[in-house]
């Protein structure tokens, strides 16, 4: 039920292991860019500004090991594609 997402704010979803992912936005009032990511950190794919409240599934015809949900359009602005890499750090404390 999120109503906004600002653009230097994401959601990690890590998944622990590669598998098959469908991602949907029931209850999800924004749109987003979800980028589904491989376990080497590679971008294999990313659906851009879905559209709120769809129950279509999204996702990529292989495994993966985590999704990015950013504010729809980011990908686009930061010039993001697939089989770029994606670093992350764990933030403790609010740090």
Known sequence: FRQRLPEDRGML?????????????????ISLDMIFIRADGTVAGIAKRTTPQSLDTLGVAE??????????????????????????RIFDNGD
């Open 13 to 29: 979803f890590d998944f622990g292991e590669p598998r098959r992912v469908a991602m949907w936005m029931k209850n999800t009032l």
């Open 63 to 88: 495994p993966i090991k985590a999704v990015l949900e950013v504010a729809g359009g980011v990908s686009d602005k930061i010039g993001l594609q697939p089989g770029d890499t994606i670093y992350h």
